[in-house]
């Protein structure tokens, strides 16, 4: 790990401020994520600016079209826990429930879950060259081992797939972004575009401007009927989704969002109204491109949504 100088700050204004002020640097709250890229210098932060003492950003509230705001500084185990999220968002504490362990869940915010990059191996493994992390260096993963990446939205420059189960959910349930920029100005961004595809330039993997700082998320109006969330993956637990669905079926229809599939949680809404399993897996995989290692991917979406059908809640 690199050296770098750390600073803390107060209000989410400063944040935005240290950050754009100094090039290189980073916001950190849980660290789950960033720490480990430290270590492995993929990350090389020049400056952290400590977020976690910014005043009510570890908040749950009401909003008052009937929805809930998070504040950016909820830990995911808080936020899954919450009996207004258990009851009106339930697929929400059930794919946080599916992420990670107990002890990351403590630890880990619900803006650095949105923030979380790839876990593609090479995108780890500093000898190989990746996009993502080195831009113009090339894709390993093409032509490499890729069982686990992404088969929709991918490019010649870059296969990684999301690793986020939260962020599949608020996918699902239309979440926004609220942000606030170095000058005070604020936005919401709608979650469907928050996260960018690779395209030319993998390396940007959001839609933020420098030092534009994520305070919450906001939920609209619960959806109402049965919520479900269903994750495959190699073993029972602390693993990262082959693929997941998180579904509703609700008074307004059944919506559906993937996770393991693409470079950013995935849903297709003109599949939502499709009458039958197959109808809706053909569109959501209308532009699949995988490779040999991980073509049983659309297999697995296709008998998710199959059970999903049959049962009316994926198990």
Known sequence: ???????????????????????????????????DLAKLEIETPTHLV?????????????????GLRIGALVRNT?????????????????ALLAGASGQLRNKATTAGNLLQRTRCVYFYDTSKPCNKRKPGSGCAARGGYSRGLAVVGVSDQ?????????????RLLDAKVETVMPDGATRAIPITDFHTLPGKTPWIET?????????????????GGVHSYAKVRDRASYAF????????????????????????????????P???????????????????????????????LADHFETGAAA
């Open 1 to 35: 790990m690199r050296a770098f100088t750390y600073e803390r700050v107060t209000t989410a204004q400063a944040a935005a401020q240290a950050v754009a002020a100094q090039p290189g640097a980073k916001f950190i709250a849980g660290g789950t994520n960033l720490l």
């Open 50 to 66: 400590d977020v976690n003492r910014v005043a009510g950003l570890d908040r749950i509230v009401p909003t008052p079209d009937g």
């Open 78 to 94: 808080d936020l899954a826990a919450d009996h207004r999220v258990r009851t009106d968002y339930a697929v929400l504490t059930r």
């Open 158 to 170: 870059c296969i990684a797939q999301h690793p986020s189960d939260m962020a599949v959910a608020m």
């Open 207 to 223: 839609v933020l401007r420098p030092g534009e700082f994520i305070t919450a998320v906001t939920l609209p109006r619960p959806l």
């Open 241 to 272: 989704a082959l693929v997941s669905l998180a579904a509703v079926d609700g008074p307004g229809g059944r919506r559906f969002a993937f996770g393991g599939i693409a470079p950013k949680p995935w849903r297709v809404e003109a599949a939502e």
């Open 274 to 304: 499709m009458g039958s399993a197959g109808a809706v897996a053909d569109h959501v995989l209308a532009e699949a491109a995988p490779t040999a290692d991980n073509r049983y991917k659309l297999t697995l979406v296709r008998r998710l």
